[in-house]
């Protein structure tokens, strides 16, 4: 069964404007992680927020906030003030309690490109 | 603070070859991961480790590939015999524990099976 499921293939956003990446997820546990990973071409991974599901409040950093919807197995993460070095991949990670020692599994991924 | 380690970044071999992969996590990190991200896809865990011991590899083709973590700190991923569809980014993580913690990844190791 698919754990992360990201809809969105590709994203096209203008410099300086947010961009919303959905992320849905399934698990029936009420103790996970969901964490938001980049991946430029370059290729490395770069971790960039982290939501517990029981933290209370969304996570943010910096320009990099995560739209954490519960109920509704979501967490977006959501880019302000787009900038051109945002043009990546970006995958979407849940720590699966479900499996021992918490397997981290990745989902399809969103190719977000920012426009001059 | 050293980040994960991976070498070689670029790997060509023909098929039914053998090639092997060597990481060096984050000093102090207790779980390794070895990804296998094939071209336009999301990266699939292949083996977990907790120090030297494997807690997953329930995704790991065990007829071809072979991972080891001796004592608890570097680790190295083996592909034999290689196959055309084995081409991918091999990616390798680490991670202070497997509870609730990001994973750092290392660059990468980009292999070619022709």
């Known amino acids: 069964a698919q754990k992360i499921t990201q809809t969105q293939p590709g994203m096209f956003v203008q410099e300086k404007e947010a961009v919303t990446l959905d992320c849905t997820y399934d698990t029936s546990d009420p103790s996970y992680g969901l964490f938001w990973y980049k991946q430029p071409s370059s290729g490395e991974m770069i971790f960039l927020i982290y939501q517990g599901s029981y933290d209370q409040q969304n996570a943010t950093e910096g320009r990099y906030s995560l739209n954490f919807q519960k109920a509704r197995k979501s967490a977006n993460l959501v880019i302000s003030a787009s900038q051109l070095g945002d043009s990546a991949m970006y995958f979407c990670?849940?720590?699966?309690?479900?499996?021992?020692?918490?397997?981290?599994?990745f989902g399809t991924g969103t190719r977000l490109l920012v426009s001059p | 603070e050293a980040g994960v380690a991976q070498s070689p970044r670029y790997k060509i071999i023909e098929k039914r070859q053998s090639v092997a992969f060597w990481c060096n996590p984050i000093?102090?990190?207790?779980?390794l991961y070895w990804y296998q991200q094939i071209l336009g896809q999301g990266p699939k865990l292949l083996i977990q480790f907790q120090n030297n011991g494997v807690v997953d590899d329930s995704q790991l083709p065990k007829d071809r590939f072979s991972a080891e973590r001796l004592k608890g700190v570097d680790s190295t991923l083996k592909i034999q015999p290689a196959k055309l569809e084995d081409s991918a980014v091999y990616l390798c993580?680490?991670?202070?524990?497997?509870?609730?913690?990001?994973?750092?990844f290392g660059q990468g190791t980009r292999l070619t099976v022709v």
């Open positions: 993580a680490s991670s202070l524990a497997w509870v609730n913690t990001e994973a750092f």
């Open positions: 000093s102090g990190h207790a779980t």
């Open positions: 990670a849940m720590r699966d309690p479900n499996t021992g020692f918490q397997k981290l599994v």
